[in-house]
Protein backbone atom coordinates (compact mmCIF):
# COMPACT_ATOMS: atom_id res chain seq x y z
CA UNK A 1 0.00 0.00 0.00
CA UNK A 2 1.44 3.25 -0.72
CA UNK A 3 0.43 6.03 1.13
CA UNK A 4 1.93 9.37 0.58
CA UNK A 5 3.56 11.22 2.99
CA UNK A 6 1.70 15.04 3.83
CA UNK A 7 3.34 18.20 4.18
CA UNK A 8 6.24 17.61 1.43
CA UNK A 9 5.75 16.80 -1.98
CA UNK A 10 7.16 13.55 -3.12
CA UNK A 11 9.28 13.69 -6.35
CA UNK A 12 8.46 11.90 -9.44
CA UNK A 13 10.23 11.56 -12.55
CA UNK A 14 9.06 12.58 -15.96
CA UNK A 15 6.73 9.28 -15.67
CA UNK A 16 5.18 10.73 -12.75
CA UNK A 17 6.40 7.72 -11.12
CA UNK A 18 8.34 8.27 -7.18
CA UNK A 19 12.11 8.57 -7.39
CA UNK A 20 14.13 6.36 -6.07
CA UNK A 21 15.42 7.37 -2.97
CA UNK A 22 19.34 6.70 -1.62
CA UNK A 23 20.90 7.32 2.05
CA UNK A 24 23.77 9.78 1.89
CA UNK A 25 24.99 11.60 5.43
CA UNK A 26 27.31 13.62 3.52
CA UNK A 27 25.53 15.34 0.22
CA UNK A 28 28.59 17.41 -0.34
CA UNK A 29 30.47 14.79 -1.44
CA UNK A 30 29.19 14.74 -5.23
CA UNK A 31 28.60 10.63 -5.19
CA UNK A 32 27.15 7.83 -3.35
CA UNK A 33 28.19 5.64 -0.48
CA UNK A 34 29.40 2.29 -2.22
CA UNK A 35 26.44 -0.20 -1.56
CA UNK A 36 24.18 2.63 -2.79
CA UNK A 37 26.11 2.92 -5.85
CA UNK A 38 26.06 -0.09 -6.56
CA UNK A 39 22.44 -0.80 -5.66
CA UNK A 40 21.73 2.33 -8.39
CA UNK A 41 23.49 1.23 -11.18
CA UNK A 42 24.06 -2.37 -11.41
CA UNK A 43 20.35 -3.37 -9.76
CA UNK A 44 18.36 -0.34 -10.70
CA UNK A 45 20.53 0.26 -14.08
CA UNK A 46 19.77 4.06 -13.77
CA UNK A 47 21.63 5.96 -16.53
CA UNK A 48 22.91 9.92 -16.45
CA UNK A 49 20.34 12.25 -16.37
CA UNK A 50 17.72 9.81 -14.66
CA UNK A 51 16.47 11.78 -11.53
CA UNK A 52 17.12 10.52 -7.69
CA UNK A 53 16.20 11.09 -4.30
CA UNK A 54 18.74 11.45 -1.26
CA UNK A 55 18.26 11.13 2.55
CA UNK A 56 20.87 12.68 4.71
CA UNK A 57 18.78 11.01 7.82
CA UNK A 58 19.37 14.56 9.39
CA UNK A 59 16.24 16.04 7.92
CA UNK A 60 16.86 16.77 4.41
CA UNK A 61 15.48 15.48 1.53
CA UNK A 62 17.49 16.07 -1.90
CA UNK A 63 16.50 15.25 -5.06
CA UNK A 64 19.07 14.89 -7.33
CA UNK A 65 19.93 13.66 -11.12
CA UNK A 66 22.80 11.40 -11.79
CA UNK A 67 25.77 12.63 -13.80
CA UNK A 68 28.10 9.83 -14.04
CA UNK A 69 26.72 6.39 -13.36
CA UNK A 70 29.75 4.47 -11.95
CA UNK A 71 28.88 1.46 -10.02
CA UNK A 72 31.41 2.44 -7.24
CA UNK A 73 30.88 5.94 -6.64
CA UNK A 74 28.07 6.84 -8.92
CA UNK A 75 27.93 11.21 -9.06
CA UNK A 76 25.40 12.78 -9.05
CA UNK A 77 24.35 16.92 -8.30
CA UNK A 78 21.75 18.40 -6.42
CA UNK A 79 18.65 20.10 -8.17
CA UNK A 80 16.52 21.05 -4.91
CA UNK A 81 16.46 20.39 -1.23
CA UNK A 82 13.96 20.23 1.39
CA UNK A 83 14.26 20.15 5.20
CA UNK A 84 11.47 18.35 7.17
CA UNK A 85 11.07 19.11 10.46
CA UNK A 86 11.86 17.13 13.99
CA UNK A 87 8.26 15.51 15.25
CA UNK A 88 6.75 17.43 17.86
CA UNK A 89 6.99 14.22 20.14
CA UNK A 90 9.56 11.80 20.09
CA UNK A 91 9.57 7.62 21.05
CA UNK A 92 12.48 6.06 22.41
CA UNK A 93 12.16 2.19 22.96
CA UNK A 94 14.10 0.39 25.19
CA UNK A 95 13.92 -3.55 24.74
CA UNK A 96 15.77 -6.48 26.00
CA UNK A 97 16.68 -7.79 22.46
CA UNK A 98 15.18 -11.70 21.95
CA UNK A 99 16.74 -14.89 21.66
CA UNK A 100 15.72 -15.12 17.71
CA UNK A 101 17.50 -11.90 15.97
CA UNK A 102 15.12 -12.11 13.66
CA UNK A 103 12.46 -11.54 16.13
CA UNK A 104 14.62 -7.89 16.64
CA UNK A 105 15.38 -7.17 13.15
CA UNK A 106 11.83 -7.33 11.59
CA UNK A 107 10.82 -5.11 14.67
CA UNK A 108 13.47 -2.69 14.00
CA UNK A 109 12.10 -2.47 10.16
CA UNK A 110 8.21 -1.57 11.35
CA UNK A 111 8.99 0.58 14.20
CA UNK A 112 11.09 3.12 11.72
CA UNK A 113 8.33 2.51 9.27
CA UNK A 114 5.84 3.91 11.78
CA UNK A 115 8.01 6.06 13.37
CA UNK A 116 10.18 6.01 16.38
CA UNK A 117 13.40 8.62 17.24
CA UNK A 118 15.49 5.88 19.09
CA UNK A 119 15.78 2.65 20.14
CA UNK A 120 17.88 1.39 22.68
CA UNK A 121 18.63 -2.13 23.68
CA UNK A 122 18.83 -3.56 27.40
CA UNK A 123 20.52 -6.42 29.07
CA UNK A 124 18.38 -7.71 32.01
CA UNK A 125 18.28 -10.33 34.64
CA UNK A 126 16.82 -12.83 32.51
CA UNK A 127 17.70 -11.93 29.08
CA UNK A 128 18.75 -14.32 26.46
CA UNK A 129 20.85 -12.48 24.38
CA UNK A 130 23.66 -10.50 25.52
CA UNK A 131 24.48 -9.16 22.42
CA UNK A 132 23.42 -7.56 19.17
CA UNK A 133 24.20 -6.87 15.36
CA UNK A 134 24.51 -3.38 15.38
CA UNK A 135 25.47 -2.89 11.59
CA UNK A 136 22.62 -5.24 11.00
CA UNK A 137 20.15 -3.58 12.47
CA UNK A 138 21.41 -0.37 11.51
CA UNK A 139 21.33 -1.11 7.95
CA UNK A 140 17.53 -2.52 8.39
CA UNK A 141 16.66 0.90 9.72
CA UNK A 142 18.23 2.92 6.97
CA UNK A 143 16.02 0.69 4.71
CA UNK A 144 12.98 1.18 6.39
CA UNK A 145 13.58 5.33 6.02
CA UNK A 146 13.91 5.42 2.81
CA UNK A 147 11.55 3.17 2.16
CA UNK A 148 9.13 4.79 4.20
CA UNK A 149 10.13 7.88 2.53
CA UNK A 150 11.50 9.77 5.86
CA UNK A 151 13.95 12.08 6.46
CA UNK A 152 15.29 11.07 9.60
CA UNK A 153 17.35 8.20 10.61
CA UNK A 154 16.16 6.70 13.90
CA UNK A 155 19.00 6.60 16.59
CA UNK A 156 20.34 2.48 17.30
CA UNK A 157 22.17 2.19 20.51
CA UNK A 158 24.26 0.02 21.38
CA UNK A 159 22.94 -2.62 24.67
CA UNK A 160 23.48 -1.68 27.96
CA UNK A 161 22.24 -3.21 31.43
CA UNK A 162 19.41 -1.79 32.48
CA UNK A 163 20.67 -0.28 35.90
CA UNK A 164 23.31 1.66 33.66
CA UNK A 165 19.91 2.84 31.18
CA UNK A 166 17.45 3.81 34.20
CA UNK A 167 19.75 6.76 35.56
CA UNK A 168 20.46 8.54 32.18
CA UNK A 169 16.93 8.98 30.48
CA UNK A 170 16.29 12.67 29.86
CA UNK A 171 12.78 11.95 28.42
CA UNK A 172 9.41 13.27 30.26
CA UNK A 173 6.91 10.63 29.80
CA UNK A 174 8.89 7.97 31.37
CA UNK A 175 7.00 3.88 31.05
CA UNK A 176 7.47 0.58 31.94
CA UNK A 177 5.52 -2.42 29.88
CA UNK A 178 4.19 -4.73 32.70
CA UNK A 179 0.84 -5.93 33.60
CA UNK A 180 -0.61 -6.68 37.45
CA UNK A 181 -4.30 -7.19 37.37
CA UNK A 182 -3.86 -4.85 40.52
CA UNK A 183 -2.27 -2.08 37.91
CA UNK A 184 -4.41 -2.16 34.60
CA UNK A 185 -3.22 1.25 33.14
CA UNK A 186 -3.33 1.10 29.31
CA UNK A 187 -0.11 2.87 27.85
CA UNK A 188 -2.71 4.75 25.24
CA UNK A 189 -4.30 6.12 28.40
CA UNK A 190 -1.21 7.86 30.08
CA UNK A 191 0.78 9.19 27.94
CA UNK A 192 -0.38 12.84 26.92
CA UNK A 193 0.90 13.97 23.51
CA UNK A 194 3.36 15.96 22.16
CA UNK A 195 6.03 14.98 24.93
CA UNK A 196 9.31 12.97 24.70
CA UNK A 197 8.35 9.59 25.45
CA UNK A 198 10.64 6.55 27.02
CA UNK A 199 9.04 3.25 27.31
CA UNK A 200 10.74 -0.14 28.71
CA UNK A 201 9.98 -3.72 27.12
CA UNK A 202 11.09 -6.76 28.88
CA UNK A 203 12.51 -10.10 27.73
CA UNK A 204 11.26 -13.30 26.88
CA UNK A 205 11.41 -13.78 31.05
CA UNK A 206 10.03 -10.74 32.11
CA UNK A 207 11.22 -7.78 34.75
CA UNK A 208 12.29 -9.17 38.01
CA UNK A 209 10.80 -7.56 40.72
CA UNK A 210 13.95 -5.83 41.50
CA UNK A 211 14.16 -4.20 38.35
CA UNK A 212 10.30 -3.26 37.98
CA UNK A 213 11.27 -1.90 41.77
CA UNK A 214 14.26 0.23 40.15
CA UNK A 215 12.12 1.49 36.99
CA UNK A 216 9.53 3.00 39.58
CA UNK A 217 12.20 4.51 41.85
CA UNK A 218 13.59 6.10 38.37
CA UNK A 219 10.00 7.56 37.49
CA UNK A 220 8.86 4.90 35.07
CA UNK A 221 5.21 4.28 35.46
CA UNK A 222 3.75 1.20 34.42
CA UNK A 223 1.48 0.41 31.69
CA UNK A 224 -0.46 -2.18 29.94
CA UNK A 225 -0.55 -3.07 26.31
CA UNK A 226 -3.49 -4.57 26.01
CA UNK A 227 -5.33 -8.21 27.10
CA UNK A 228 -3.34 -10.31 25.63
CA UNK A 229 -0.16 -11.85 26.62
CA UNK A 230 2.00 -10.06 24.01
CA UNK A 231 5.84 -11.71 22.68
CA UNK A 232 8.67 -9.09 23.68
CA UNK A 233 8.98 -8.10 19.74
CA UNK A 234 5.21 -7.54 19.73
CA UNK A 235 5.15 -5.24 23.27
CA UNK A 236 7.56 -3.35 21.73
CA UNK A 237 5.68 -2.34 17.99
CA UNK A 238 2.26 -2.31 19.95
CA UNK A 239 3.64 0.54 22.22
CA UNK A 240 5.44 2.39 19.43
CA UNK A 241 2.15 2.34 17.34
CA UNK A 242 0.30 3.08 20.39
CA UNK A 243 2.53 6.79 21.19
CA UNK A 244 2.25 7.28 17.25
CA UNK A 245 -1.62 7.47 17.12
CA UNK A 246 -1.73 9.28 20.83
CA UNK A 247 0.22 12.14 18.57
CA UNK A 248 -2.53 11.85 15.59
CA UNK A 249 -5.08 14.72 15.56
CA UNK B 1 7.31 -10.00 27.96
CA UNK B 2 4.00 -11.69 29.87
CA UNK B 3 1.13 -10.22 30.28
CA UNK B 4 -1.37 -12.15 31.70
CA UNK B 5 -5.03 -12.46 30.44
CA UNK B 6 -7.67 -10.65 32.63
CA UNK B 7 -10.88 -11.86 33.50
CA UNK B 8 -9.93 -15.44 33.11
CA UNK B 9 -7.41 -17.29 35.82
CA UNK B 10 -4.29 -18.79 34.18
CA UNK B 11 -3.87 -22.18 34.52
CA UNK B 12 -0.23 -22.97 36.57
CA UNK B 13 1.14 -26.13 37.40
CA UNK B 14 2.47 -27.29 41.51
CA UNK B 15 5.56 -24.81 40.77
CA UNK B 16 3.39 -21.97 39.61
CA UNK B 17 4.67 -22.24 36.08
CA UNK B 18 2.05 -21.36 33.30
CA UNK B 19 1.11 -24.73 31.65
CA UNK B 20 2.15 -25.59 28.42
CA UNK B 21 -0.98 -25.28 26.24
CA UNK B 22 -2.17 -27.36 23.12
CA UNK B 23 -4.43 -26.70 20.55
CA UNK B 24 -7.20 -29.63 20.75
CA UNK B 25 -10.44 -29.03 18.37
CA UNK B 26 -11.87 -31.59 19.64
CA UNK B 27 -11.67 -32.24 23.59
CA UNK B 28 -13.71 -35.37 23.53
CA UNK B 29 -11.72 -37.75 22.23
CA UNK B 30 -9.36 -37.80 25.07
CA UNK B 31 -5.85 -37.49 23.40
CA UNK B 32 -3.78 -34.77 21.48
CA UNK B 33 -3.82 -34.39 17.39
CA UNK B 34 -0.40 -36.00 16.17
CA UNK B 35 1.65 -33.23 16.15
CA UNK B 36 0.70 -32.07 19.51
CA UNK B 37 1.37 -35.22 21.00
CA UNK B 38 4.83 -35.33 19.34
CA UNK B 39 5.77 -31.60 20.89
CA UNK B 40 4.42 -32.93 24.55
CA UNK B 41 5.75 -35.82 24.65
CA UNK B 42 9.27 -35.85 22.45
CA UNK B 43 9.86 -32.08 22.91
CA UNK B 44 8.69 -30.89 26.07
CA UNK B 45 9.24 -34.62 27.42
CA UNK B 46 5.76 -34.27 29.61
CA UNK B 47 4.87 -37.54 31.62
CA UNK B 48 2.14 -38.96 32.90
CA UNK B 49 0.80 -37.01 35.67
CA UNK B 50 1.59 -33.90 34.41
CA UNK B 51 -1.13 -30.71 34.00
CA UNK B 52 -1.41 -28.93 30.69
CA UNK B 53 -3.89 -26.49 29.03
CA UNK B 54 -5.99 -26.98 25.79
CA UNK B 55 -7.69 -24.40 23.66
CA UNK B 56 -9.98 -25.99 21.61
CA UNK B 57 -9.98 -22.35 18.95
CA UNK B 58 -14.22 -22.22 19.68
CA UNK B 59 -13.81 -20.76 23.01
CA UNK B 60 -13.25 -23.13 25.65
CA UNK B 61 -9.96 -23.55 28.10
CA UNK B 62 -9.33 -26.69 29.74
CA UNK B 63 -7.06 -27.61 32.63
CA UNK B 64 -6.06 -31.22 31.89
CA UNK B 65 -3.79 -33.49 32.67
CA UNK B 66 -1.65 -36.35 30.79
CA UNK B 67 -2.98 -39.98 31.64
CA UNK B 68 -0.39 -41.65 29.20
CA UNK B 69 2.33 -39.88 27.21
CA UNK B 70 2.37 -41.76 23.97
CA UNK B 71 4.10 -39.80 21.25
CA UNK B 72 1.74 -40.38 18.89
CA UNK B 73 -1.80 -40.04 20.20
CA UNK B 74 -0.90 -38.60 23.70
CA UNK B 75 -4.03 -39.40 26.16
CA UNK B 76 -5.43 -36.35 28.55
CA UNK B 77 -8.48 -36.28 31.10
CA UNK B 78 -10.04 -33.11 31.71
CA UNK B 79 -10.39 -31.44 35.36
CA UNK B 80 -11.84 -28.11 34.66
CA UNK B 81 -13.03 -25.98 31.88
CA UNK B 82 -13.61 -22.79 31.58
CA UNK B 83 -15.69 -20.50 28.40
CA UNK B 84 -14.38 -17.16 26.88
CA UNK B 85 -16.92 -15.06 25.78
CA UNK B 86 -16.41 -13.67 22.26
CA UNK B 87 -15.04 -9.87 22.33
CA UNK B 88 -17.47 -6.99 22.31
CA UNK B 89 -16.33 -6.06 18.74
CA UNK B 90 -15.05 -7.97 15.93
CA UNK B 91 -11.54 -7.25 13.62
CA UNK B 92 -11.89 -8.72 9.88
CA UNK B 93 -8.60 -8.05 7.76
CA UNK B 94 -8.74 -8.06 4.24
CA UNK B 95 -5.43 -7.50 2.90
CA UNK B 96 -3.68 -7.95 -0.95
CA UNK B 97 -0.83 -10.33 0.30
CA UNK B 98 2.14 -9.31 -0.57
CA UNK B 99 4.65 -11.33 -2.99
CA UNK B 100 7.26 -12.19 -0.19
CA UNK B 101 5.41 -14.86 1.94
CA UNK B 102 7.09 -14.58 4.80
CA UNK B 103 5.93 -11.33 5.53
CA UNK B 104 2.24 -12.13 5.88
CA UNK B 105 3.17 -15.11 7.88
CA UNK B 106 4.66 -12.58 10.62
CA UNK B 107 1.86 -10.20 10.17
CA UNK B 108 -0.46 -13.28 10.90
CA UNK B 109 1.21 -13.98 13.89
CA UNK B 110 1.36 -10.52 15.12
CA UNK B 111 -2.66 -9.61 14.33
CA UNK B 112 -3.38 -13.15 16.30
CA UNK B 113 -1.17 -12.07 19.62
CA UNK B 114 -2.30 -8.07 19.85
CA UNK B 115 -6.35 -9.70 18.30
CA UNK B 116 -8.68 -10.42 15.31
CA UNK B 117 -10.94 -12.34 14.45
CA UNK B 118 -10.49 -13.10 10.78
CA UNK B 119 -8.14 -12.80 8.05
CA UNK B 120 -8.99 -12.84 4.87
CA UNK B 121 -7.08 -12.26 1.54
CA UNK B 122 -7.55 -10.22 -1.87
CA UNK B 123 -6.61 -10.29 -5.07
CA UNK B 124 -6.57 -7.31 -6.43
CA UNK B 125 -5.85 -6.07 -9.92
CA UNK B 126 -1.90 -4.91 -9.16
CA UNK B 127 -1.68 -8.23 -6.49
CA UNK B 128 1.92 -9.36 -7.25
CA UNK B 129 0.79 -12.86 -5.37
CA UNK B 130 -2.32 -14.97 -7.00
CA UNK B 131 -2.15 -17.68 -4.21
CA UNK B 132 -1.33 -18.13 -0.56
CA UNK B 133 -0.33 -21.29 1.84
CA UNK B 134 -3.43 -21.68 3.81
CA UNK B 135 -2.05 -25.00 5.91
CA UNK B 136 0.71 -22.53 7.34
CA UNK B 137 -0.87 -19.61 7.57
CA UNK B 138 -3.61 -21.81 9.81
CA UNK B 139 -0.41 -23.30 11.68
CA UNK B 140 0.70 -19.70 12.46
CA UNK B 141 -2.62 -18.90 14.07
CA UNK B 142 -2.93 -21.89 15.99
CA UNK B 143 0.57 -21.38 17.27
CA UNK B 144 0.24 -18.02 17.83
CA UNK B 145 -3.33 -18.36 19.55
CA UNK B 146 -1.39 -20.98 21.61
CA UNK B 147 1.69 -18.57 22.60
CA UNK B 148 -1.17 -15.82 23.44
CA UNK B 149 -3.29 -17.77 25.71
CA UNK B 150 -6.41 -16.88 23.66
CA UNK B 151 -9.69 -19.71 23.71
CA UNK B 152 -10.98 -18.03 19.70
CA UNK B 153 -8.91 -19.28 16.60
CA UNK B 154 -9.25 -16.79 14.20
CA UNK B 155 -10.80 -17.80 11.15
CA UNK B 156 -8.61 -17.47 8.09
CA UNK B 157 -10.18 -16.91 4.54
CA UNK B 158 -9.03 -18.42 1.05
CA UNK B 159 -7.58 -15.63 -1.47
CA UNK B 160 -10.81 -14.28 -3.38
CA UNK B 161 -11.12 -11.42 -5.71
CA UNK B 162 -11.83 -8.25 -4.14
CA UNK B 163 -14.78 -7.73 -6.40
CA UNK B 164 -16.63 -10.97 -5.30
CA UNK B 165 -15.40 -9.81 -1.06
CA UNK B 166 -17.16 -6.76 -1.73
CA UNK B 167 -20.34 -8.48 -1.87
CA UNK B 168 -20.01 -10.15 1.07
CA UNK B 169 -19.27 -8.32 4.04
CA UNK B 170 -21.61 -7.89 6.98
CA UNK B 171 -20.16 -5.84 9.05
CA UNK B 172 -21.29 -2.57 10.00
CA UNK B 173 -18.49 -0.28 10.27
CA UNK B 174 -16.25 -0.71 6.75
CA UNK B 175 -13.00 0.78 5.99
CA UNK B 176 -10.43 1.08 3.10
CA UNK B 177 -7.04 1.75 4.09
CA UNK B 178 -5.84 4.72 1.71
CA UNK B 179 -5.01 8.15 2.03
CA UNK B 180 -4.88 11.39 -0.92
CA UNK B 181 -4.12 14.58 1.16
CA UNK B 182 -7.59 15.63 0.58
CA UNK B 183 -9.13 12.60 2.74
CA UNK B 184 -6.65 12.92 5.88
CA UNK B 185 -9.16 10.58 8.48
CA UNK B 186 -7.20 8.31 10.53
CA UNK B 187 -8.74 5.41 11.31
CA UNK B 188 -8.93 5.79 14.76
CA UNK B 189 -10.89 8.39 14.63
CA UNK B 190 -13.50 7.00 12.28
CA UNK B 191 -13.79 4.30 14.15
CA UNK B 192 -16.25 3.91 16.79
CA UNK B 193 -15.93 1.35 19.61
CA UNK B 194 -18.03 -1.85 20.32
CA UNK B 195 -18.57 -2.75 17.02
CA UNK B 196 -17.97 -4.98 13.94
CA UNK B 197 -15.36 -4.02 11.78
CA UNK B 198 -13.74 -4.90 8.13
CA UNK B 199 -10.76 -3.34 6.55
CA UNK B 200 -9.12 -3.28 3.50
CA UNK B 201 -5.18 -3.26 2.79
CA UNK B 202 -4.07 -3.28 -0.78
CA UNK B 203 -0.87 -5.01 -2.00
CA UNK B 204 2.13 -3.32 -3.17
CA UNK B 205 1.38 -1.55 -5.94
CA UNK B 206 -1.72 -0.03 -4.26
CA UNK B 207 -6.13 -0.24 -5.39
CA UNK B 208 -6.72 1.06 -8.36
CA UNK B 209 -9.23 4.25 -8.91
CA UNK B 210 -11.65 1.74 -10.00
CA UNK B 211 -10.99 -0.52 -6.80
CA UNK B 212 -11.43 2.00 -4.97
CA UNK B 213 -14.50 3.54 -6.60
CA UNK B 214 -16.24 0.13 -6.25
CA UNK B 215 -15.06 0.14 -2.59
CA UNK B 216 -16.53 3.56 -1.71
CA UNK B 217 -19.85 2.10 -3.65
CA UNK B 218 -19.83 -0.88 -1.32
CA UNK B 219 -19.71 1.43 1.99
CA UNK B 220 -16.07 1.13 2.44
CA UNK B 221 -14.81 4.79 3.83
CA UNK B 222 -11.41 5.42 2.95
CA UNK B 223 -8.85 6.01 6.15
CA UNK B 224 -5.48 6.94 6.73
CA UNK B 225 -3.14 5.38 8.97
CA UNK B 226 -0.92 7.41 9.46
CA UNK B 227 1.79 9.94 7.77
CA UNK B 228 3.96 7.80 6.74
CA UNK B 229 4.71 5.17 3.69
CA UNK B 230 3.76 1.53 4.71
CA UNK B 231 4.77 -1.42 3.51
CA UNK B 232 1.29 -3.32 2.73
CA UNK B 233 2.10 -6.08 6.05
CA UNK B 234 2.80 -3.16 8.68
CA UNK B 235 -0.35 -1.47 7.35
CA UNK B 236 -2.48 -4.67 8.38
CA UNK B 237 -0.73 -4.63 11.75
CA UNK B 238 -1.20 -0.90 12.56
CA UNK B 239 -4.87 -1.01 11.49
CA UNK B 240 -5.22 -4.06 13.68
CA UNK B 241 -3.52 -2.80 16.58
CA UNK B 242 -5.87 0.57 16.44
CA UNK B 243 -8.97 -0.81 15.88
CA UNK B 244 -7.99 -2.88 19.41
CA UNK B 245 -6.67 0.38 20.80
CA UNK B 246 -10.14 1.99 20.01
CA UNK B 247 -11.70 -0.32 22.11
CA UNK B 248 -9.69 -1.15 25.34
CA UNK B 249 -11.38 1.95 28.10
Excluded at 26 to 52: D, F, P, Q, T
Excluded at 82 to 100: C, D, G, M, V, Y
Excluded at 195 to 222: M, Q, R
Aim: hydrophobic share 35%.
Amino acid sequence: MSISSPGWRRSTNSNSCPLHTFYQFNVSSGYLLAEESKHAVKVLRLMSGEEIQLADGKGNLYHARITSPDPLKCEFEILTSIAIPKRKFSIHLAIAPTKNADRMEWMVEKCVEIGIEKISFLLCKTSERKSINMERLEKIAISAMKQSQQAWLPEIVQMTSLQTFLKEQPETQKFIAHVDDQNPNLLQHLATPRSDYVILVGPEGDFTKEELDAASSAGFKKVSLGPHRLRTETAGLVAVTALNQVNQK
